[in-house]
């Protein structure tokens, strides 16, 4: 029997757990529109964000920011040619599955390897970075943890700011540049934490929101104010990062860098024991109307390449 696709118009309510990265606060915050039913008996289920392509009247869906995957898996992997996607209505869709969980979807790519910290393997660390910790903690940086739920505005704020520099840095496109209420609904999570490097004057140095998901700490976005970044507090805060997964006894996913083998990724292998391979689907719903779309777009390795 051949598995049919359809959207449910829930604002991603059918997908919806206790998990961060399926968890209403982060439904809510990405604007997430519908869950994606995959088959039944029982169905997966994957929160969307369906979207309108610019100069037509189509649609298509990428999955919100970070690891959400699917509720339930597959007995098998499911081949997604195999799958009706008609009553979707979409052209093309981008789905990024779960870490340490085979995708229930057969031929997901293999898009980047993010970096882990597993207590369960001995801990792992430069020489170079426990003497820049130890400098900064006789300078005077501390560290300091808030449940996310109890974080205040100004600590929200030292956080945002330093976490606006860092993407201005990094010439992040938009998408990238989360406003006050993302990271005041986010952390409303409750089993979200915010982190907090402290300059000697008190000044947020550096931050990350840290958040659990299935049966992993995630560090999930983070930055460092220009002014103290010579002195790499983000150190610090990586390493009590550490230390905490470690009191859970949880995997740590430092996530990876935005291209193998940059600087972000090798400041995370410096305190990782391990990887994982982060995967996604880039699935074609409508093979005719995607032609269509990407006719004379040299798109490289960007999906879905029209808008490349």
């Known amino acids: 029997m051949t598995p049919v696709a359809v959207l449910l118009d829930d604002a ?36 969307l964000i369906v979207r309108e392509i610019p100069g037509s009247a189509l649609l298509d869906a990428t999955s919100p920011y ?17 799958i009706d996607w008609s009553a ?37 660390s430069r020489p170079s970075d426990r003497q820049q910790i130890r400098r900064n903690a006789q300078l005077g940086y501390t560290v300091r943890r808030v449940d996310g739920p109890r974080a205040s505005d100004p600590d929200r704020a030292g956080f945002l700011a330093a976490y606006e520099q860092t993407m201005r840095r990094a010439s992040a496109s938009a998408r990238y540049f989360f406003d006050a209420a993302y990271f005041a609904r986010i952390l409303q999570f409750e089993a979200a934490w915010l982190f907090l490097a402290l300059a000697p004057d008190g000044e947020v140095a550096a931050g990350s929101i840290v958040a659990r ?11 460092t104010a220009d002014r103290h970044l010579r002195d790499s507090p983000m150190k610090n805060l990586v390493a009590a990062i550490v230390d905490f997964a470690e009191r859970l006894e949880l995997p740590l996913n430092l996530g990876g860098g935005l ?50």
């Open 12 to 47: 991603g309510a059918s997908a919806a757990s206790g998990e961060f990265f399926r968890c209403a606060e982060l439904i809510e915050a990405e604007g997430v529109t519908h869950t994606l039913s995959v088959g039944d008996d029982p169905p997966l289920l994957a929160p």
């Open 213 to 223: 998901s299935d049966a992993m700490l995630h560090y999930f976005l983070s930055g």
């Open 88 to 124: 979707t209505g979409l052209v093309s869709l981008f789905l990024r599955h779960r870490l340490d969980l085979e995708p229930p979807l057969a031929g997901a790519r293999v898009r980047n390897t993010v970096q882990i910290a597993d207590p369960s393997l001995p801990r792992k």
């Open 66 to 82: 970070g690891y959400p995957g699917f509720t339930g898996a597959a007995v098998e992997p499911v081949d997604p040619g195999k």
């Open 259 to 308: 291209a193998p083998g940059d600087p972000l990724e090798e400041f995370k292998r410096g305190f990782a024991n391990r990887t994982a391979p982060f995967c996604t689907s880039e699935i074609v719903c409508d093979a005719q109307a995607y032609a269509a779309l990407a006719a004379g777009r040299e798109a490289g390795d960007f999906f879905p390449s029209y808008r490349a």
